[in-house]
């Protein structure tokens, strides 16, 4: 790694031809030996390079050219295209590089039954080889050429040396077979060997290439919901524009059974709009005028106008892309174990495959050199790297992918492999266990022949509290929307800070607040009657009203828990992670709220430093811990936690400050979370651990342990098809998490 003097900068550059774990490492490691790189992260499975890098010692082309150096293609995105070009690029690069595998194999097989059902005269077995070799088969030696030049060997030395070795014993016997019959030496040649060694490796590379294109659906998916097109109003006339036309202020009409083209605010209209492809919520939200709705989604069954907010690159959408993509592209700790395993495997394959021609040249049966050259090439053959390579990467690129199809955002493997431990979760109260958002429970007049009853009293109530900006009165308002009240005029308005307001509504003086507000007009608790012992409790807030210096009655407010949120602890539990409460709030009303949902513990009154110093004291005791907050109060906690979980209701700064996103805004996800994680972490053990049986068990196989007791041997095909299968299970294994 190079030190840098100026801001480092960073840049994703897509590779090509990576084929195994080796490959990635050589770039990688080429790429943290250049002069002006900070740091570097190749991934096979993306088939990208993420550096950064100094730009006042090393350019992005540079860097490119870095790549080329090692044998690799490598190309810069166009500077002005999106994500979803970029994206949709790499899908049609690798659809071309499925289709050139396919043209590659029926060649291949083609001439292997050829070379098969000829079986002689060697020149004509030649011919047929040679295409195979020289076309189908070439990028495996110009590859591991390249490699040998770096001082490095890969999946591709393996291959080459191994056929190679196969095709130019089989050349010689062919052009020099008489001489050779004169000096003892069987004539005999290779070339079917060779053919279909690479015909069969040529099918585990496509068939892995379709398995790693099915690991990116869930960001096609993503990519693909946004439309081409959209409908703006511009001089009062309605015209379809592409979608790159439009800008933030435009006015955009979205028909029933059409896509949100853009992020914005409703202006007229009401309709449902399906958000399930972005939150996981299966259920239609409802839309009308001053809700926000999000490029992608579904307008199900009304028309909608709404003003653009934000386009392209700068929606929600185009955010959840880049985040899912980032994540695809990082590794895991535990990926450090395969990439150090990675890095010795090939040279000491290559020891063992001539190891093994030494044993078997010395000791094997005659024609002992033929027996020796056969064992070496199944070696060589059977020892591929690729499913140590593509363990950890494939599972967290199907992971992160499906967590996105679910609404949960996770920041790469680095944060599942974290999340795996967790053993607490620390939740914040508000808009995390509860709503967020103040609302009326109960209302109660003192007295109702004076004619207060429920709807008058929320009507003075409301009609006072339109000139407040205070939460509770912003409470009281949409309660009287929803119940349909008209507000009346105002008049001699005050807004006495800390206790409430007073205003003058028809000729009767009307006072709305806490009971500090009261004292004055000469009243007591006790004139309230028995309905303030009943509405006051740790949960409410109680919001007194007089009506010219009498009692007329109490509104009961409060911050409504989520309907998930026992669930979602209760889910926790199950899991064996204990349940914390830290909130600023008042102790009574956090006590009430930890009973309602059952935690294991509440923490309340407390300031947002406090909140961090009582993580490091959780942590403190060996626990690994989760922090839940949505506010902006709530990202220090979040930073200081091993994993940070956003709710994406909340603001910017807590989902920057998280290594998880709930774009629903649910706590059920938490627990959906470390489910996703812990079967992600179980399934990179299981690809491990298989990947490396496969070769601890395969290679001793190949190079003959077993013929002196049984007589048994492989054959370089059949090494050739247990390398493709190798790799093919640690992907389809990967798979299995489209399902979690």
């Known amino acids: 790694m190079n030190s840098t003097s100026g801001t480092p900068t960073i840049t994703t550059i897509p590779v090509s031809g990576m084929t195994c774990a080796g490959c990635s490492g050589r770039i990688q490691k080429t790429l943290e030996s250049t002069p002006g790189v900070e740091t570097a992260n190749v991934n096979l499975m993306t088939g990208s390079a993420t550096v950064s890098y100094d730009p006042a010692t090393v350019t992005p082309q540079g860097l490119v050219e870095v790549i080329r150096g090692t044998g690799y293609g490598a190309e810069l995105p166009a500077p002005e295209s999106s994500a979803e070009a970029q994206i949709e690029a790499q899908e049609r690069a690798r659809h071309e590089e499925i289709r050139e595998l396919m043209r590659k194999l029926a060649v291949s097989l083609v001439a292997a039954v050829l070379v098969t059902v000829i079986g002689k005269p060697h020149y004509l077995l030649l011919g047929v080889t040679l295409p195979v070799v020289g076309w189908a088969g070439r990028h495996f030696y110009t590859r591991a050429w390249a490699a040998f030049r770096h001082h490095t060997a890969d999946m591709n030395t393996l291959i080459a040396v191994g056929t190679g070795a196969a095709f130019l014993y089989s050349l010689t016997v062919t052009l020099a077979g008489d001489w050779l019959a004169r000096q003892g030496i069987e004539p005999q040649v290779y070339y079917e060997a060779v053919v279909w060694i690479i015909a069969l490796i040529l099918l585990g590379n496509l068939l892995e290439a379709r398995a790693k294109s099915r690991t990116s659906g869930a960001i096609r998916r993503l990519v693909g919901l946004r439309p081409t097109s959209a ?8 015209q379809v524009i592409p979608i790159g036309q439009l800008r933030p202020d435009d006015v955009v009409v979205v028909r029933p059974g059409e896509r949100i083209p853009a992020d914005g605010v409703v202006i007229e209209g009401r309709s449902y709009v399906d958000e399930s492809m972005l939150t996981g919520e299966p259920v239609p939200v409802a839309k009308g005028p001053a809700d926000v709705i999000i490029a992608g989604t579904f307008n199900r069954n009304g028309a909608l106008q709404f003003r653009v907010q934000r386009v392209g690159q700068d929606t929600l959408l185009a955010q959840i892309v880049r985040l899912v993509q980032q994540a695809q592209g990082s590794k895991a700790p535990i990926q450090r174990l395969a990439d150090r395993i990675s890095a010795v495997f090939v040279p000491v394959v290559l020891s063992i495959g001539i190891a093994t021609f ?18 070496a090439v199944t070696v060589l053959i059977i020892a591929c790297p690729c499913a140590m390579g593509l363990a950890v990467p494939t ?10 199809e679910l609404g949960v955002l996770i920041k790469g493997g680095e944060v599942l492999e974290r999340s795996e431990g967790i053993d607490t979760v620390v939740f914040d109260k508000t808009g995390t266990l509860t709503e967020g958002r103040p609302a009326v429970q109960a209302i109660q007049p003192v007295d109702r022949t004076n004619g207060y009853d429920e709807r008058r009293l929320l009507q003075l109530a409301a009609s006072v509290e339109r000139l407040s900006e205070h939460p509770l ?16 005029e105002v008049t001699e308005f005050e807004s006495r800070t800390g206790q409430g307001v007073v205003g003058s509504v028809n000729g009767r003086r009307v006072a709305v607040g806490s009971f500090s507000l009261m004292r004055p007009l000469g009243l007591e608790p006790g004139s309230f009657g ?18 010219d210096g009498a009692p007329a009655g109490l509104i009961a407010v409060s911050d409504p828990i989520k309907s998930t949120s026992p669930r979602a602890i209760a889910g926790l539990k199950q899991l064996g992670i204990r349940a914390v409460m830290l909130t600023g709030d008042a102790r009574r009303s956090a006590e009430s709220v930890g009973r309602a949902v059952n935690v294991d513990q509440v923490v309340a009154e407390l300031t947002p430093d406090r909140k961090v110093e009582e993580v490091r004291r959780i942590q403190a ?3 690994v811990v989760a922090m839940v907050g949505d506010g902006l109060n709530d990202a220090p906690a979040l930073a200081q936690a091993d994993v940070g979980i956003a709710m994406g209701t909340g603001t910017d700064v ?11 805004g649910d706590p059920l996800g938490v627990a959906s979370a470390i489910r ?7 399934v990179i053990r299981q690809n491990l651990f298989w990947a490396f049986i496969y070769n601890v068990l395969g290679i001793p196989v190949a190079a003959g342990v077993l013929y002196p007791a049984f007589g048994l041997r492989l054959t370089p095909e059949m090494a050739a098809a247990a390398m493709a299968v190798s790799s093919v299970s640690v992907v389809a294994n990967s798979l299995r998490l489209r399902r979690a």
């Open 621 to 623: 005791e060996g626990r």
């Open 231 to 238: 409908t703006v109003v511009r001089a009062n006339v309605e």
């Open 530 to 547: 028995t309905a303030a012992e009943r509405l006051t409790d740790g949960s409410n807030t109680s919001v007194y009203v007089a009506v």
């Open 358 to 375: 030494i044993v078997w040249f010395d000791l094997g049966p005659a024609p002992a050199y033929l027996h020796a050259l056969v064992a």
């Open 395 to 404: 599972a967290v690129m199907v992971s992160t992918g499906r967590g996105a």
């Open 676 to 682: 996703l994680a812990r079967r992600t972490m179980r």
């Open 654 to 664: 807590a989902m920057e400050a998280g290594g998880i996103t709930l774009m629903r």
């Open 473 to 488: 009165g912003e409470a009281i308002l949409s309660e009287a929307s929803r119940r349909g009240l008209e507000l009346e």
